[in-house]
């Protein structure tokens, strides 16, 4: 008999789900205090939750008999998936669940933003008959703009054609072939935001999407336009849109997300009535709560049986022993991933990874979804793992191929890993684990390094000249930025050369210009892992 602890509130047709299976207890106790629930989730197999619980490092630790933790839900911050994933602990989520209530209440928006709905509502029920002060405009014929098409971004889309909107979008990671069959143009940001009368942004909040939609964007945009997120706070930069709302630049904004939430009770946008605000409700319908319930409780009874492991936001569950053995190179793999989709230029079209050496003898296949897992990650909105990696490369018209040789050259065992863009360029990176767990990226390109992958790095393509280090250093000084490496490579003296360096903090946009400035300095890529 299996036991699963439920600690927060979910739609009661996830709960019957659970009661109906015969070898199925379930357990429902709401607002459990912290020293509660660690005291008795050592007798559970499974723990769902939504957002209210905090699964913490010690609560984990104590769940001796815990095999899955579910999420009724997208967002896994209130889990220590870290620590999960070292007890051997799955942890799933609801990707799917909200996908059509969200885009739904991003039409509301667009809607209720058109024609003044609840300016217009709070009017007449002040007893107020204010009908020019609230004259609208129509949606056909309109331009809409939508910045990230994922799963919300392509409903979104296919609800406003149906307005006759005329739709186009901005996703650097979509290919054009699958933007085709849905009948939607893709456009470069500058041209989305310079010709879009509505613009509705559904990306993940990276450091590439901070602050996307800023002062300079809004400048570029057209008399009256109107913006709308659904997505995450800090897309837009909330102090940005406000001015451009007061200059009268844009007609009306709707937020359902915040930089801060709740949003301060000082928060500037609380007095202007060409907004309309709403607490973070994308997920909030009856519809999105049942589906999220039901999903995760049937995920939770094939994990339990042993079968499918579904929307696993961790590693999948690998006998200890191979796991042991294997995680070094998984570990390797998906830093390989992160680290070249962050340098490379275009859209990504074929993904080729070489074996060589003694690694043959694993099971690769877990290797080659680790570097798809790195190399997704910090592009797609929607959380990637091993179950949904292949799904979205074939969305995305991405080729995956590995090839495998046991020959042994300079390393024991060695991985390369080459991307192709739709421009037909190359960008390749190798590695390998020295000993147990010493990591080692050992080619960038076609330069031969010996560089132990850091949080951040700065690579910087440059000619071989005297002087250069000592330059990138000034600059880094003055913005108090501290070097913890650098190491330079070359093929030929006062030829083409790769310098990298690790460093303590962040190196953000200015900065980054700043040193593309710098003689001798062709190029500039900032690497966070």
Same mark, same amino acid.
């Given at each position: 008999?299996?036991?699963?602890?439920?600690?927060?509130?979910?739609?009661?047709?996830?709960?019957?789900?659970?009661?109906?299976?015969?070898?199925?207890?379930?357990? =429902?106790?709401?607002?459990?205090?912290?020293?509660?629930?660690?005291?008795?989730?050592?007798?559970?197999?499974?723990?769902? #939750?939504?957002? $209210?619980?905090?699964?913490?490092?010690?609560?984990?630790?104590?769940?001796?008999?815990?095999?899955?933790?579910?999420?009724?839900?997208?967002?896994?911050?209130?889990?220590?998936?870290?620590?999960?994933?070292?007890?051997?602990?799955?942890?799933?989520?609801?990707?799917?669940?909200?996908?059509?209530?969200?885009?739904?209440?991003?039409?509301?928006?667009?809607?209720?933003?058109?024609?003044?709905?609840?300016?217009?509502?709070?009017?007449?029920?002040?007893?107020?008959? &204010?009908?020019?002060?609230?004259?609208?405009?129509? %949606?056909?014929?309109?331009?809409?703009?939508?910045?990230?098409?994922?799963?919300?971004?392509?409903?979104?889309?296919? !609800?406003?054609?149906?307005?006759?909107?005329?739709?186009?979008?901005?996703?650097?990671?979509?290919?054009?072939?699958?933007?085709?069959?849905?009948?939607? !143009?893709? #456009?470069?940001?500058? /041209?989305?935001?310079?010709?879009?009368?509505?613009?509705?942004?559904?990306?993940?909040?990276?450091?590439?999407?901070?602050?996307?939609?800023?002062?300079?964007?809004?400048?570029?945009?057209?008399?009256?336009?109107?913006?709308?997120?659904?997505?995450?706070?800090?897309?837009?930069?909330?102090?940005?849109?406000?001015?451009?709302?007061?200059?009268?630049?844009?007609?009306?904004?709707?937020?359902?997300?915040?930089?801060? &939430?709740?949003?301060?009770?000082?928060?500037?946008?609380?007095?202007?009535?060409?907004?309309?605000?709403?607490?973070?409700?994308?997920?909030?319908? /009856?519809?999105?709560?049942?589906?999220?319930?039901?999903?995760?409780?049937?995920?939770?009874?094939?994990?339990? !049986?042993?079968? =499918?492991?579904?929307?696993?936001?961790?590693?999948?569950?690998?006998?200890?022993?191979?796991?042991?053995?294997?995680?070094?190179?998984?570990?390797?793999? &998906?830093?390989?991933?992160?680290?070249? @989709?962050?340098?490379? /230029?275009?859209?990504?079209?074929?993904?080729?990874? /070489?074996?060589?050496?003694?690694?043959?003898?694993?099971?690769?296949?877990?290797?080659?979804?680790?570097?798809?897992?790195?190399?997704?990650?910090?592009?797609?909105?929607?959380?990637?793992?091993?179950?949904?990696?292949?799904?979205?490369?074939?969305? !995305?018209?991405?080729?995956?191929?590995?090839?495998?040789?046991?020959?042994?050259?300079?390393?024991?065992?060695?991985?390369?890993? $080459?991307?192709?863009?739709?421009?037909?360029?190359?960008?390749?990176?190798?590695?390998?684990?020295?000993?147990?767990?010493?990591?080692?990226?050992?080619?960038?390109?076609?330069?031969?390094?010996?560089?132990?992958?850091?949080?951040?790095?700065?690579?910087?393509?440059?000619?071989?000249?005297?002087? %250069?280090?000592?330059?990138?250093?000034?600059?880094?000084?003055?913005?108090?930025?501290?070097?913890?490496?650098?190491?330079?490579?070359?093929? @030929?003296?006062?030829?083409?050369?790769?310098?990298?360096?690790?460093?303590?903090?962040?190196?953000?946009? $200015?900065?980054?210009?700043?040193?593309?400035? #710098?003689?001798?300095?062709?190029?500039?890529?900032?690497?966070?892992?």
């Amino acid at each position: 008999m299996y036991k699963v602890l439920v600690t927060d509130p979910i739609a009661e047709q996830g709960i019957e789900i659970l009661k109906k299976q015969r070898d199925i207890q379930v357990d =429902v106790k709401l607002k459990i205090k912290p020293e509660e629930l660690k005291s008795i989730i050592g007798n559970y197999d499974a723990l769902i #939750v939504r957002s $209210e619980t905090k699964v913490t490092a010690d609560i984990i630790e104590a769940g001796n008999n815990l095999k899955v933790i579910g999420r009724a839900g997208v967002g896994v911050d209130n889990i220590d998936v870290i620590s999960a994933s070292k007890k051997g602990i799955i942890v799933m989520n609801t990707p799917e669940g909200n996908t059509i209530s969200t885009a739904e209440h991003t039409m509301s928006m667009i809607m209720a933003l058109s024609r003044n709905i609840p300016q217009a509502d709070l009017s007449v029920k002040s007893k107020k008959w &204010e009908r020019k002060k609230y004259m609208g405009v129509e %949606l056909y014929g309109k331009i809409l703009g939508i910045i990230g098409l994922g799963r919300v971004g392509k409903e979104v889309a296919i !609800r406003a054609k149906s307005f006759g909107m005329e739709i186009i979008a901005y996703d650097p990671y979509l290919s054009a072939d699958m933007a085709r069959k849905l009948e939607i !143009r893709l #456009v470069s940001l500058d /041209e989305l935001i310079s010709k879009a009368d509505y613009i509705t942004v559904h990306t993940p909040l990276t450091k590439e999407t901070k602050y996307l939609i800023g002062e300079k964007e809004i400048a570029k945009m057209k008399d009256g336009v109107r913006l709308i997120n659904c997505a995450r706070g800090g897309i837009i930069d909330e102090r940005a849109l406000l001015n451009g709302l007061k200059s009268g630049k844009v007609a009306g904004a709707a937020l359902d997300v915040y930089e801060t &939430e709740p949003p301060p009770p000082d928060f500037p946008l609380f007095n202007l009535e060409n907004v309309i605000l709403t607490p973070h409700l994308g997920a909030s319908t /009856e519809e999105a709560q049942i589906s999220v319930a039901v999903s995760i409780a049937n995920q939770i009874i094939e994990v339990l !049986r042993g079968g =499918v492991v579904r929307n696993a936001v961790n590693a999948p569950a690998i006998p200890a022993d191979i796991l042991n053995q294997m995680k070094p190179y998984i570990d390797l793999s &998906e830093i390989l991933g992160k680290i070249l @989709v962050q340098i490379i /230029e275009g859209f990504i079209r074929n993904i080729k990874i /070489e074996y060589m050496g003694q690694i043959i003898n694993y099971n690769t296949s877990f290797l080659t979804l680790s570097v798809v897992k790195g190399i997704l990650t910090p592009i797609i909105k929607e959380p990637v793992n091993f179950v949904n990696a292949p799904l979205i490369l074939k969305e !995305r018209n991405i080729l995956v191929s590995e090839s495998k040789s046991s020959e042994i050259t300079h390393y024991t065992n060695f991985i390369k890993l $080459e991307i192709i863009t739709d421009k037909g360029k190359k960008f390749s990176i190798a590695g390998t684990v020295f000993g147990k767990e010493n990591t080692r990226i050992v080619e960038i390109g076609h330069y031969d390094i010996d560089l132990e992958p850091a949080g951040n790095m700065l690579i910087i393509y440059n000619l071989d000249k005297p002087g %250069l280090v000592g330059n990138i250093g000034t600059i880094l000084g003055k913005e108090k930025i501290n070097i913890a490496s650098l190491q330079m490579a070359r093929k @030929v003296s006062g030829g083409d050369a790769i310098t990298i360096l690790t460093v303590d903090s962040m190196v953000d946009e $200015e900065i980054l210009k700043k040193l593309a400035k #710098v003689e001798n300095i062709k190029e500039v890529k900032f690497v966070k892992l």
